[in-house]
Nanobody
């Protein structure tokens, strides 16, 4: 069974920061884009940010300027740095892997593998 493992969630005050991590197997790191999703209570899961295997990144409008996606040199760990957090960012955050299309960009549909998620709660 493929394992993508998220960590770094927790409780943070509004305006605070958290860094999430997603650890993936080597064969995933070498052939897949990594995508962060989140699902808030009572809402549908939504894409947040992604990093293409070649390093290109993408952010949804609601997190642009506040979140930064990056990865370790060996590509086996992908980070989501989240700054200026607000209660609206409260959700379970998931990382997922999508088979890379070299000529395309990373996207938010058709994921092949998922992690189990990590809870982020923004509250005073």
């Amino acid at each position: 069974q493929v394992q993508l493992e998220e960590s770094g969630g927790g409780l943070v005050q509004p305006g605070g920061s958290l860094r999430l991590s997603c650890v993936v197997p080597s064969w995933i790191a070498n052939s897949y884009d990594i995508v962060w999703f989140r699902q808030a209570p009572g809402k549908e899961r939504e894409g947040v940010s992604c990093i293409h295997r070649t390093g290109r990144t993408n952010y949804v409008d609601s997190v642009k300027g506040r979140f930064t996606i990056s990865r370790a040199n060996d590509k086996k760990t992908v980070y989501l740095q989240m700054n200026s957090l607000s209660p609206e960012d409260t959700a379970v955050y998931y990382c997922a892997a999508d088979r890379t299309v070299l000529t395309g960009d990373c996207k938010y549909s058709g994921m092949d593998y998922w992690g189990k998620g990590t809870q982020v709660t923004v509250s005073s």
